[in-house]
């Protein structure tokens, strides 16, 4: 069988024969840990190098003469030699805070790393550390990581909050450099002075002039027995506080703040608390800023929401409808007037195509594209839409190019014209109507003279003829139809020609009395019974006595007219009722059979009439009349229980 010749570790060659002992050693003694090599078959130190021998203070000849036991004494060394010793499963074994004897009798504890370094096991190598350097490296990396862990919660607190979260800053900085007190001085807006923020001793101002601040250093320390060069040293001198370190905030071109801390007692780490205050420093100043900023953007936001608020107003105000539309003529929004001229809710116009809302005869998107291209206004007048349940009306639209925040935009602004029209179509027909009634009035005036002397004429006829002869019957028809010919005139032409009237300051009651003891005889001979109610002391009222008197006089006449079998009519005077301040109020009530209700709307239409002999033209004239005194007229009608007319007329001033 092959006798093996490459050894398993490369250190294995250095102790096949004396001559590498020396290599070894001076190998080892480059090391910055401790070297010691065991025997793993017999109870003794192999070698050790001069890193071990600085930490046990044993010399070189001494650790040859050593045994194992000797160096790892008491119960845990024991276990630990134990372990090293019959360590035949894995390459390496790794303990810490083993006790081993030195030279002067004490324990150290040390962490060891054991190597088996032969194949057999032969020779076991240990690299050894004082616990206490594990200690410190531990101690040092928990400083660093809360450290780290202090200055991300100040960079949190400083970007998320800003300025407000500068006590809980300050609070994190102190805990930070472990110091006793931390405060920031500044910048007073209102005053060329810094105040204090944060706690600091009492002998510390509340406020700093700008040209203390002005004439410090970036960083300034100052400890006691040092003399104080200026205030807050001299502060410092008085708090008793053995170190003072400041350090500004901002930069060259403004220094916003500075950051104040100050301790107690002795430091520990002094060379790290410069780079450590300019650090904080800084995050103070990002929360300074962040706090400006956010004071800006909530002072913009209110304005924004302000402006907003006041344009929407302004947009709900305006009676035309407004709608806004994108490059792409999608409706971005719109005021309520859209509903109330085309039927569509603002939530459901959002985002949809404009010509889904403008819908008529012809397409409106050829004059918003070319307003949108040509960056030009345009406009269509009389433009028919139709409403959401179809019915047309006519608009007049307006496309004005917008550009907001960079994009293009167009604002439409339709306004209806459906009043305008009613008020062209009104004129136009005003116009017919006043030309009708001159040719209606000229025709009155040139029929009346030859009815009337027909009418003259049947009456010569008929009276020579006497009332025997067989056509008398027929010449009186004819008289009688020729009187009503002439009242007809005589009502066309008052209702053609411009009322002229003569106003005079009247008691309503009084005239009302005459006219009803004029008609008394009439009352009982239509077996009508008159019930008036007629309140003596109200106020006069301006009217032109003679027309006045017809729409009184054709009311009465229509009553009785009405009452074919007799009845009641009831006439009151007096002042009208709550919401018709200063309106004297008269109204004419019968017992008569009323007025259809399909006919009740057109009563006051010239011509209409429900009368064999009547020209329809009565309660037409008396509502003209009523109108141009500034009243009103109006009729009530129960069916089977008569009909009530109100007149209404502002008191005299």
């Avoid at 910055?32 to 890193?51: F, K, M, W, Y």
């Avoid at 397409?363 to 960056?375: I, N, S």
């Avoid at 009565?618 to 008569?642: C, K, N």
Wanted: with cysteine; net charge negative.
């Amino acid at each position: 069988m092959a006798r093996e010749t490459t050894p398993t570790n490369p250190i294995a060659r250095f102790f096949k024969s004396d001559p590498h002992r020396e290599l070894f050693d001076t190998l080892a003694d480059t090391l910055d840990s401790a070297v010691l090599v065991l025997s793993g078959t017999e109870p003794r130190l192999i070698t050790c190098n001069h890193q071990f021998l600085l930490m046990t203070g044993y010399a070189r000849k001494d650790v040859e003469t050593l045994s194992p036991s000797d160096l790892f004494t008491e119960v845990e060394g024991q276990a630990a030699l134990e372990k090293i010793l019959q360590h035949w499963d894995t390459p390496e074994c790794l303990l810490n805070e083993v006790p081993i004897r030195t030279q002067s009798g004490e324990l150290l504890w040390i962490d060891l790393q054991a190597f088996s370094v032969t194949p057999a096991h032969e020779v076991v190598l240990i690299l050894a550390r004082p616990s206490k350097e594990r200690f410190s490296i531990e101690a040092i990396q928990r400083a660093e990581a809360e450290r780290m862990s202090l200055l991300m919660e100040i960079s949190d607190l400083a970007l998320e909050r800003g300025s407000s979260t500068l006590v809980e800053v300050l609070g994190r900085i102190k805990a930070l450099l472990s110091a006793s007190y931390t405060g920031i001085y500044q910048v007073d807006p209102s005053a060329p002075a810094y105040a204090i923020i944060g706690t600091l001793p009492i002998a510390f101002p509340e406020h700093v002039d700008d040209s203390v601040i002005g004439t410090l250093p970036r960083h300034s320390s100052w400890s006691i027995g040092q003399r104080p060069e200026h205030e807050l040293e001299r502060a410092a001198r008085a708090a008793e506080v053995r170190h003072l370190r400041t350090t500004r905030i901002g930069d060259e071109n403004a220094w916003v703040g500075l950051l104040v801390v100050c301790w107690e007692d002795e430091l520990a780490e002094e060379e790290d608390i410069e780079k450590i205050m300019q650090v904080a420093a800084n995050l103070c100043h990002a929360a300074l800023h962040v706090g400006l900023l956010r004071t800006s953007t909530i002072a913009s936001e209110v304005a924004l929401n302000q402006v907003e608020d006041q344009l929407e107003h302004l947009y709900e105000g305006i009676s035309d409808t407004l709608i806004s539309v994108d490059a792409e003529l999608n409706i971005i929004r719109a005021n309520s007037a859209l509903e109330r001229l085309l039927g569509f809710p603002i939530v459901e116009v959002v985002n949809r195509p404009i010509q889904d809302i403008l819908v008529g005869p012809e397409d409106v998107t050829v004059t918003l594209l070319d307003a949108l291209g040509h960056r030009r206004e345009s406009e269509r007048s009389k433009l028919v839409l139709h409403h959401r349940q179809g019915n047309p009306l006519p608009v007049h639209l307006r496309a004005v190019p917008l550009e907001v925040a960079g994009e293009a935009q167009l604002l439409i602004i339709l306004k209806d014209q459906s009043e305008q029209q009613a008020i062209e179509d009104q004129t136009e027909s005003l116009a017919q109507r006043a030309l009708l009634g001159e040719v209606t009035a000229i025709f009155a005036h040139e029929v009346r003279n030859p009815i009337n002397n027909i009418s003259t004429g049947v009456q010569l006829i008929a009276s020579r003829l006497g009332q025997e002869h067989p056509q008398y019957e027929a010449l009186d028809r004819i008289r009688t139809e020729c009187t009503r010919l002439d009242q007809l005139m005589s009502d066309v032409l008052f209702f053609a020609r411009p009322l002229e009237l003569k106003m005079e300051e009247v008691n309503l009651s009084e005239m009302m009395e005459r006219i009803l003891a004029r008609w008394s005889p009439r009352f009982q001979q239509s077996k009508v019974r008159c019930q008036p109610l007629l309140q003596q002391e109200l106020p006069h009222a301006s009217v032109d006595p003679r027309t006045f008197e017809r729409v009184l006089v054709n009311l009465i006449s229509n009553a009785l007219e009405a009452m074919v079998d007799g009845g009641t009519i009831s006439i009151s005077v007096g002042m009208a009722g709550e919401g018709l301040r200063d309106q004297l109020e008269l109204k004419v009530a019968d017992t008569g059979p009323g007025i259809p209700a399909d006919q009740i709307d057109r009563i006051f239409d010239p011509f209409f009439t429900t009368k064999k002999d009547g020209t329809g033209l009565g309660l037409a004239i008396s509502r003209r009349i009523m109108t141009a005194h500034r009243g009103t007229i109006q009729v009530e009608s129960f069916p089977d229980a008569g009909t009530v007319f109100t007149i209404r007329l502002p008191a005299a001033d």
